[in-house]
């Protein structure tokens, strides 16, 4: 089993910053992938950024703007985000694929607001 916990989300202004961190515990050895997922009120959960060994994707409306690291010391997941804007309000989920499971955290709320 590997556990999640996602901290860092908050209100912050359009143009802010914010920096998600998404600790993993237990089994984390031979943890493939790991990525940011977010949800929107009444839409379907969308990925953000994902970064394994092979590669880092984003997605393209945050292209540019946020920027995704992983220090596998520290077994921690970051999402730095910069210009933000407001439809980038949503719940933020970490995600970690670890053999062939798929473990979530339980979510940490951004909301982009004047």
């Known amino acids: 089993q590997v556990q999640l916990v996602e901290s860092g989300g908050g209100l912050v202004q359009p143009g802010g910053s914010l920096r998600l961190s998404c600790a993993a515990s237990?089994?984390?050895?031979?943890?493939?992938?790991m990525g940011w997922y977010r949800q929107a009120p009444g839409k379907e959960r969308e990925l953000v950024a994902s970064?394994?060994?092979?590669?880092?994707n984003y997605a393209a409306s945050v292209q540019g703007r946020f920027t995704i690291a992983r220090d596998n010391a520290k077994n921690t997941l970051f999402l730095q985000m910069n210009s933000l804007k407001s439809e980038d309000t949503a719940l933020y989920y970490c995600n970690a694929k670890r053999l062939l499971q798929t473990y979530w955290g339980q979510g940490t709320q951004v909301t982009v607001s004047s």
């Open positions: 237990g089994d984390t050895n031979y943890i493939r992938g």
């Open positions: 970064v394994s060994s092979e590669r880092t």
